[in-house]
């Protein structure tokens, strides 16, 4: 099925997230050299995009606003990607410090539409937050992507655009993160059925949760989809075989784009696609 973009494939990388500690994983990306380095190489291999959550001097998760400032000013200068900044932070972190996040100005910030269970976690989203969200990267002029953890999610998201309008950008970009215990899996299956609630003229990538991941990039390729990965999402290559850095991941994942005709967009090519401005 032809859906935007997809002449070519949007690879993003989330090289950290905000769940796995530096001591059991020495590869993360955690300060903010290893983070940028980690970028450059990345987009080297294809990214485009970079979703990125911080690391304070503890390498713990932090949402500390002159951190994420100097992080989003060392992409620019340093990559060409368009700079994500998660807005989903930590399961513990409170909305107020999780919406100051849009102050540091990304090109984009991702935007969870709605609760769901996360391991033995609770991921809080409830829709007064969503909206705040919404309306608070309309007013900065930041590209929000809508993080579906769940499929009802795609009809909360649904009601969001009816009700409150179109993002910044005019564009309805979509990332579904399959395979979170709490979650919808990450089967082929499920994808197929989430893709019959995206709102018209969405976009859409997906990221697969540990083993989902091969089975949702596949899925998602053959659907005229885009592709998030990164160790924020896997720690494993393949059975027994641990990550060995991001790029990895994405070179795999830039390779199968290939062989599906659908080569990597460019920075420039995934600016026009998302509505992000140059
Ligand atoms: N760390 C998760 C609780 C996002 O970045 O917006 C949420 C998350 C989603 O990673
Ligand atoms: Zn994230």
Sequence with gaps: MSRPGSHGTLLTVAPTGAEHAKVDVPQLPV?????VATAEACE?????MVHVHVRGADARPSLDLGLLKETVAALRERTGLIVQLSTGGAVT????DRLRVLDALPDSASCTMGT???GDDVFMNRW???VALHEAMRERGIVP?????????LASLRRLLDRHGLPAGGKVHVDLVMGVPGGMPGDAETLTAALRLLPEG???????????TLPVMLTALA???????????TLSYAKGQPVRDNAQLVARAAGLARIAQRPPLSPADARALLGVRS
Excluded: K
């Design 128 to 130: 007064g937050f969503v």
């Design 202 to 212: 969405a976009s859409f990538s997906a990221t697969g949760i540990g083993r989902a």
């Design 145 to 153: 992507e809508y993080e579906i953890f769940d499929i009802g999610q």
């Design 116 to 118: 769901v269970n996360f």
């Design 93 to 96: 972190d409170p909305e107020a």
């Design 44 to 48: 080297q291999v294809g990214a485009a």
């Design 223 to 233: 659907s005229g989809g885009h592709l998030r990965v990164g160790m924020e999402d």
């Design 31 to 35: 300060t903010l050299e290893e983070l």
